[in-house]
Antibody, heavy 123, light 108 residues
Framework: QVQLVESGGGVVQPGRSLRLSCAAS????????MHWVRQAPGKGLEWVAV????????YYGDSVKGRFTISRDNSKNTLYLQMNSLRAEDTAVYYC????????????????WGQGTLVTVSS | DIQMTQSPSSLSASVGDRVTITCQAS??????LNWYQQKPGKAPKLLIY???NLETGVPSRFSGSGSGTDFTFTISSLQPEDIATYYC??????????FGQGTRLEIK
């Protein structure tokens, strides 16, 4: 069965960096686009970034553009989110999510999600 | 940017009730809308895609309709396990997407 397991969250000071990982299993990882979506405590869902199945296309939400970088290693079945210049408003649970459609099909239908990893930005 | 207005923000209903949630887009998004369910402490789950298509394995009491700017999500007969927050998501302005603010559903 599809499994997505995020890791790398924790407490970090404003202005510092953190890298999140998402280990995927149960499907052909290299064939599917992947997303990061976050949720601040007690708040709604906010889309962060998407990467194509082959890693050649990457897009970001306005609030993280220029600070966050999404990447993937298809040989390791792992998705990453490098977060730089962190701010208090980046505090959230970060979810990785799999695209429903293979290759470039239905790129924004998110059919499987991990359980999330909490990032707290605080001095 | 496309804004999504979801209503109500919360609602309370009884088991067996028909429940309706609406999502309004600030501009025409065709049928580029999904619905997700998020139970407390859990990750979201895709229920409906492309406005009206039921995701595999999702009970048939869940349904979606609409196109253009106005969309509706319906639970035909509310069950206790449906307690959750429901989100709409538009994906018309690729390559980005936005979620509605959520509707928190409680049992009366």
């Amino acid at each position: 069965q599809v499994q997505l397991v995020e890791s790398g969250g924790g407490v970090v000071q404003p202005g510092r960096s953190l890298r999140l990982s998402c280990a995927a299993s149960g499907f052909t990882f290299r064939s599917y686009g992947m997303h990061w979506v976050r949720q601040a405590p007690g708040k709604g869902l906010e889309w962060v970034a998407v990467i194509s199945y082959d890693g050649t296309k990457k897009y970001y939400g306005d609030s993280v553009k220029g600070r966050f970088t999404i990447s993937r290693d298809n040989s390791k079945n792992t998705l990453y989110l490098q977060m730089n210049s962190l701010r208090a408003e980046d505090t959230a649970v970060y979810y990785c999510a799999k695209v429903k459609g293979i290759y470039s099909s239905s790129p924004f239908h998110l059919d499987y999600w991990g359980q999330g990893t909490l990032v707290t930005v605080s001095s | 940017d496309i804004q999504m207005t979801q209503s109500p923000s919360s609602l309370s209903a009884s088991v067996g009730d028909r429940v309706t949630i609406t999502c309004q887009a600030s501009q025409d998004i065709s049928n580029y809308l999904n619905w997700y369910q998020q139970k407390p402490g859990k990750a979201p789950k895709l229920l409906i895609y492309d406005a009206s298509n039921l995701e595999t394995g999702v009970p048939s009491r869940f349904s979606g309709s609409g196109s253009g700017t106005d969309f509706t999500f319906t639970i035909s007969s509310l069950q206790p396990e449906d307690i959750a927050t429901y989100y709409c998501q538009q994906y018309d302005n690729l390559p980005s997407t936005t979620f509605g603010q959520g509707t928190r559903l409680e049992i009366k």
